[in-house]
């Protein structure tokens, strides 16, 4: 018995040594863990062959068997995710940390102008109580008001310096303190993931914004970023120092002249004359801080000068602070006297209005700074191989020589050409542009006769500028002349002057969008835009005649109060160079807030435009909050560029086309602006979705009910009651829901929000796509195969596939359902609806 335990113990424990030295628990020598490490850096997930092959090839490996290379490269990932999870983790707890201590300062902050409010209320009070003549007392303005200075106060260092430190003073008053009053930027709710916080003024003189934000930088690069204006500040047309000196604290004071451009061609462009402070704290924080200077002259070149009014810039500047771990955090404060009594009245909001400078200036300058960390980390990643810098620098180019256009400025050779008595269209021509763009002198372009203008604005009335900007870009046809883009980018290359002669081509309206970048958070992209033509001469007829634009597009976010939305494209050729000329062209909608609106908006802007305003869901959107939807009774301003290369001799001929080409511009935006816009014809009764449709939710109750009735479940989710709650939940569905016509060749004429942003459409474009468009050859097959089957069953299931958006893009779905939709009160088919589920971009 004891010799049969013993035996039993012994094979016991040959077979946990066996296993040991089979399993998992073996000891590697440095020398096999750097060849497994080498093969691990090229290939973290090795095949089977690819083991035993490693194996085969490394002595040192023979006496491991590949189960146990196989657990080792296991572990291995599972090291570098745990590692590369708790280095997110990390950061995000760092991130998490600092942004707490800046909503704290916040809170703080909020608590002294609640504290302050309250003893100023109180001041009122016993002033009123006092005697009924009495007057309010200058004291109780929470505003600083700052006094002039002029250079002539300060004809010397020490001068210079005393208003140096009174700049920083209030400057940190209104950064950190309660010297305005401040109220959160509409739509831009703070968090974690979020860029930073932001805030305007509710009553100061002046317009005046605030953003505060984590960035991982140093605080010396940020102070460099952001003191280089023209780099980050896209209407900012030049920056001079004309005097440096240091200042205490290793500090330094400079006098900056800026120029900024006008936004349209109604009002003057502005410049500055300021002080420039730049120092650090005791606690070792940097501090950038700016005041305007009067009596400074009229800048470095007086001649130019009639065409700019001088605006004021009141303490402004940036508070950046070191973070513990990396980065700063950083304080931006932009306080501006923008003279509106200089433009005209229609024009003034867009002067007054603080939501105005925080979407241009503070908001942007943010974005800038977190822009470049993200590129300086890797964490960006563009297309074409091209590099982040290089394309910023493309998106900076084509918007400066937008500017340039719309402002037309003497000193770089622009005149106005005599106008034929209609003052719609203004005619303006540069005979001296040269497109010197980089170091590269080869790649510069002169024209024989220059560049030509042609540009207008126009009022819009309640037109959301995001959407109107989306569907010029989405549907260029509309709206553009293939033919005048040919010629423009025909005579960019070097020597081709193709207009009047140019070979008849044939567009067909089709237009390939290939992104090439974007920013941080998508509010501005950067793309080539391939338009295909074919030549009608039949020598030319296996010839491209492709043309290329590159394009940027921004301010399509219609939860943004006062952003501008631009469309701003140039002809390139098809493999274009860092440096290659641009001859930029465009679109510009800036909104028109009244600046006694910006308080109350405030609080109600939460609630912004979204399709479905262009539906008729009822009598009013928002009835029972008792208000109308914030697009009704809107204005914005809309300002067209068009530029054209030309010859000398053909002057007259491209002025007379360009004036024509924009005035059909003007019209056809026009047509699209009412079409688009959702006041329709009167707030009660909303435009219908197509002629003979019936209203949006009607026809919502019919896809539901048709959908219970065929497939013997529920569409939506209990919740959904009835009535306008109905199209709200199927707007929000996050399938694609899709509705064709039965004609002959089907045609979409709804679709909810997750059906448009697949198509990368819109409601009013999507009725000009038909069904066969969106599916490939296999999908087609498919739908031809079980038609008979929808039509005689009332539903089919369509398997996992591929279809095609309006841009070109492919897009997977996991499946496809369509079912008949019934007409209830008629009980007849109204027409098909296609619900995709799970569908994603390929």
Known sequence: MAMALAHHRESSSG????????????????EQVEALERVYAECPKPSSLRRQQLIRECPILSNIEPKQIKVWFQNRRCREKQRKESSRLQTVNRKLSAMNKLLMEENDRLQKQVSQ?????????KQLNTTS???????????????????????NPAGLLSIAEETLAEFLSKATGTAVDWVQMPGMKPGPDSVGIFAISQSCSGVAARACGLVSLEPTKIAEILKDRPSWFRDCRSLEVFTMFPAGNGGTIELVYTQTYAPSTLAPARDFWTLRYTTSLDNGSLVVCERSLSGSGAGPNAAAAAQFVRAEMLPSGYLIRPCEGGGSIIHIVDHLNLEAWSVPEVLRPLYESSKVVAQKITIAALRYIRQIAQETSGEVVYGLGR???????????????????????????????????????????????????????ANSLTFVGGILCAK????????????????????????????????SAASLKAGSYAYPGMRPTRFTGSQIIMPLGHTIEHEELLEV??????????EDAFVSRDIHLLQICSGIDENAAGACSELIFAPIDEMFPDDAPLVPSGFRIIPLDSKSGDKKDAVTSHRTLDLTSGLDVGPATNHAAGDTSPCNNTRSVLTIAFQFPFESSLQDNVASMARQYVRSVISSVQRVAMAISPSGISPAVGPKLSPGSPEAHTLTQWICQSYSYYLGAELLTSDALGGDSVLKHLWHHPDAILCCSLKSLPVFIFANQAGLDMLETTLVALQDITLEKIFDDSGRKALCTDFAKLMQQGFAYFPAGICMSTMGRHISYEQAVAWKVLAAEENIVHCLAFSFVNWSFV
Request: hydrophobic share 35%; charged share 20%.
């Open 529 to 538: 835009i391939r338009l295909e033509g074919h030549s009608l001469a039949q």
């Open 456 to 487: 207008a604005s126009m009022l819009l009335q309640n037109v959301p500028p995001a959407i109107l900007v989306r569907f010029l870009r989405e549907h260029r046809s509309e709206w553009a002349d293939f033919n005048v883009d040919a010629y």
């Open 117 to 125: 409010l309250v003893c100023e209320n109180g001041y009122m009070r």
């Open 133 to 155: 003549a009495a007057t309010t007392d200058a004291s109780c303005d929470s505003v600083v008001t700052t006094p002039q200075h002029s250079l002539r106060d300060a004809n």
């Open 15 to 30: 077979s946990i040594n066996k296993h040991l030295d089979a399993g998992k628990y073996v000891r590697y020598t440095s």
């Open 387 to 441: 590099q982040p810098a290089v394309l910023r620098t493309f998106s900076q180019r084509l918007s400066r020589g937008f500017n340039d256009a719309v402002n037309g400025f003497n000193d770089d050779g622009w005149s106005v050409l005599n106008c034929d008595g209609a003052e719609d269209v203004i005619i303006a021509v540069n005979s001296t542009k040269n497109l010197s763009t980089t170091s590269n002198p």
